[in-house]
């Protein structure tokens, strides 16, 4: 049986590189599901199109097929676009009393955000915030903000009939100053669709308080016409960031793409229903899961991958215990370490390596060194790699000119070697017991 079966994973493995063909069928299923996602026209081709160069060639995991390998591709490409900022929901506040903009169309969820997001920096940062209403159209949205205010416990600024939203902005800045306020936010009218009187009323506003954060507020919901409004608002008011609400409901926030692909604008918040506690700082992973909607399939692609790499290590494990460690085992911890962020990367993930990492940052061993010493390994043999012990001076000196090298290059390669072989051998002869004590000590 096993022998079949590993006759299986073999023939599995030899699946090789995506081709350009199963890229494309692939990807025509991808754009749909973008497409269906609300994620605008534009913005998909383009995306599609630039997945479409980075898959070709790209490696199939074994146990999964092409189609499934660029899905978790694209995937990831979604992720890496939609990731903005290292830290979305950090705001700037420093500097009391911090402006914050609030801009957006009307029903996006300005006012609602406001509070939100007031009662945020009041509970998570210890600020004093006060909030005051723009919106001179509708007293009725005046009165909202109020009464949001103190469900939340946080200020408002009192109301006064007949102020512009200008006079409001001054008197709200006057107000955080004299009382104390480490924020204060501003949170401005809207209209159904954009027009020129709303962006002049908002670039005024701006002018005279001049935000620390200006964020658009857009409901999650709108599809194609998200691109036009955060374009609109990001030319003319200059935004900090986007805030998509209303993802508590089935739409897929293919949005959030296309502002991000559009205006580079990074999404910082994600409102999640009416509540007051209904926010949370974005995550691209979680959007990015949404839009494409292929949960399954990446999931599945993700073990795939996970498994390999247990197999790989459970066969070095192996080696190890039984004291080989030859230079084709050297080369793939130099490629691993490579792959995952070089040597300081692995080092740090490694227990009980943090004294290795040191010595080896001392003696001046980088990535590019890891890239030399990959080359040396490749300038020998098949039979010098699997048994080192043959390197005699002449094979050196023809190892180290293949490698464009020096052979002291290679006595120093030779000596690590030496040393991890040495190491290994007493952390496989230890066991997974033993090789745990000692990380602990
Ligand atoms: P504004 O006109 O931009 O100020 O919008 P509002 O803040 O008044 O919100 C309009 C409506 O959307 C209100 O009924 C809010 O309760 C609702 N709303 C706002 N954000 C969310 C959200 O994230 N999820 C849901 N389900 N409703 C929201
Ligand atoms: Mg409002």
């Known amino acids: 049986l096993s022998e079949r079966l590993s006759?299986?994973?073999?023939?599995?493995?030899?699946?090789?590189?995506?081709?350009e063909e199963d890229v494309k069928t692939a990807l025509r299923e991808v754009r749909v599901a973008l497409l269906e996602a609300d994620v605008s026209l534009p913005v998909a081709r383009e995306f599609i199109k630039k997945v479409e160069k980075e898959a070709t060639g790209q490696a199939v995991t074994k146990?999964?097929?092409p189609g499934q390998q660029v899905v978790k591709i694209v995937h990831d490409a979604l992720?890496?676009?939609?990731?903005?900022?290292?830290?979305?929901?950090?705001?700037?506040?420093?500097?009391?009393?911090?402006?914050i903009l609030m801009v957006g169309l009307q029903g996006s969820g300005k006012t609602t955000t406001t509070a939100k997001l007031a009662k945020r920096l009041k509970e998570r940062d210890g600020k004093k915030v006060l909030m005051a209403s723009l919106d001179v159209n509708r007293p009725a949205a005046m009165e909202q903000l109020a009464i949001l205010g103190q469900q939340i416990g946080v200020d408002t600024l009192p109301i006064v009939k007949g102020e512009d939203p200008v006079a409001i902005a001054k008197r709200a800045k006057t107000q955080a100053s004299l009382g104390g306020y480490d924020v204060y936010m501003l949170d401005t009218a809207g209209r159904l669709h954009i027009d020129a009187d709303l962006i002049a009323q908002a670039a005024a506003v701006r002018d005279v308080a001049n935000p620390r954060e200006t964020l658009l507020v857009?409901?999650?919901?709108?599809g194609q016409d998200a691109v036009n409004v955060a374009t609109e608002f990001d030319d003319k008011i200059g935004v900090s960031g986007v805030v998509l609400t209303r993802m508590d409901g089935d739409g897929r926030g293919g949005a959030a793409l296309s502002m991000r692909a559009v205006t580079g604008k990074p999404i910082r918040f994600v409102g999640l229903g009416e509540k007051m506690d209904a926010i949370e700082t974005f995550e691209p992973e979680r959007i990015a899961g949404r839009i494409l909607g292929m949960g399954d399939i990446v999931a599945l692609v993700e073990k795939a991958q996970e498994t390999i790499e247990a197999e790989q290590a459970e066969r070095m494990m192996r080696r190890m215990q039984k004291g080989q460690f030859n230079m084709n085992d050297l080369r793939s911890q130099l490629e691993q370490m490579q792959k995952m962020g070089g040597m300081q990367g692995l080092m740090g993930m490694m227990p009980g390596m943090g004294k290795m990492a040191k010595q080896v940052q001392e003696?001046?061993?980088?990535?590019?060194?890891?890239?030399r010493q990959i080359a040396l390994i490749q300038s020998m043999t098949k039979k010098e790699r699997a048994n080192p012990a043959l390197l005699q001076a002449s094979r050196k000196k023809r190892i180290a000119r293949g490698a464009g090298q020096e052979v002291s290059d290679l006595?120093?390669?030779?000596?690590m070697h030496r040393q991890m072989a040495d190491m290994m051998k007493k952390m496989g002869k230890m066991g997974k017991g033993g090789m745990l004590k000692q990380a602990m000590s």
């Not at 992720?79 to 402006?99: H, Q």
């Not at 857009?218 to 709108?222: F, I, M, P, Q, R």
Request: hydrophobic letters at 35%; glycine letters at 10%.
């Open 218 to 222: 857009v409901d999650g919901l709108t």
């Open 363 to 371: 003696s001046g061993f980088d990535d590019k060194m890891i890239l």
């Open 411 to 415: 006595n120093k390669l030779l000596k």
């Open 63 to 65: 146990s999964v097929t």
């Open 79 to 99: 992720i890496e676009t939609l990731r903005g900022s290292e830290d979305p929901g950090a705001l700037k506040i420093d500097n009391p009393p911090a402006p």
């Open 7 to 19: 006759g299986v994973l073999d023939r599995l493995t030899k699946q090789g590189a995506l081709s």
